[in-house]
T-cell receptor, first 115, second 115 residues
Framework: DADVTQTPRNRITKTGKRIMLECSQT?????MYWYRQDPGLGLRLIYY???????NKGEISDGYSVSRQAQAKFSLSLESAIPNQTALYFC??????????????FGPGTRLLVL | AQKITQTQPGMFVQEKEAVTLDCTYD???????LFWYKQPSSGEMIFLIY??????QNATEGRYSLNFQKARKSANLVISASQLGDSAMYFC????????????FGTGTSLTVIP
């Protein structure tokens, strides 16, 4: 079984709809992240959480919100989806401690299309 | 300000040859980590190799090695004996403790291995 799972894997929605992307992990990592990937722009950080009580905005948090329901679960919401939020979304986890062990491990991604 | 620069949007290499993918970074921190990830056409992000700023030796992982030149702020990925399965996007990333351990990704290099 995959260590980091994302649901759904693909989603088509309409402008103005609320949508939630979910991420679960079995790695036991405290830190979780949400990124979006657009062609030619690489990955950009939306939100990150270092533990259940900690939520931080990343580079591009406008239009998004998150919820850290448990150590293993981190959800990303688009309250009112717009077409320029069409992208590939990744969840990632990492373990603090030694620098080397804070490598980020990624889920398989969710392809979101907003019409 | 862009922290990671990958200047090669696309590269070609003959099968069994070696290839170098360039990455330069910008930071004033003394403690940081550099990472390379592979993204095949299926979309997942696969961790390849890590180099810590205090590591004296260049990192190696199988056919992957990282040519770390600290003074030049470069962290080039070298893939030896290229295989057809190496065709993918490759992303360089950096993590600084002083920026809250956020990852900054480059825009990626598309590598195509020619039979």
């Amino acid at each position: 079984d995959a260590d980091v799972t994302q649901t759904p894997r693909n989603r088509i929605t309409k402008t103005g709809k609320r949508i939630m992307l979910e991420c679960s992990q079995t790695k036991g990592h405290d830190r979780m992240y949400w990124y979006r990937q657009d062609p030619g722009l690489g990955l950009r950080l939306i939100y990150y959480s270092f533990d259940v009580k900690d939520i931080n905005k990343g580079e591009i948090s406008d239009g998004y919100s998150v919820s850290r329901q448990a150590q293993a679960k981190f959800s990303l919401s688009l309250e009112s989806a717009i077409p320029n939020q069409t992208a590939l979304y990744f969840c990632a986890t990492s373990d603090p401690g030694r620098l080397r062990e804070d490598t980020q491990y990624f889920g398989p991604g969710t392809r979101l299309l907003v019409l | 300000a862009q922290k990671i620069t990958q200047t090669q949007p696309g590269m070609f290499v003959q099968e069994k040859e070696a290839v170098t993918l360039d990455c330069t970074y910008d930071t004033s921190d003394q403690s940081y980590g550099l990472f390379w990830y592979k993204q095949p056409s299926s979309g997942e992000m696969i961790f390849l190799i890590y180099q810590g700023s205090y590591d004296e030796q260049n990192a190696t992982e199988g056919r992957y090695s990282l040519n770390f030149q600290k003074a030049r702020k470069s962290a080039n990925l070298v893939i030896s004996a290229s295989q057809l399965g190496d065709s993918a996007m490759y992303f360089c990333a950096m993590r600084n403790k002083n920026t809250g351990n956020q990852f900054y990704f480059g825009t990626g290099t598309s590598l195509t291995v020619i039979p």
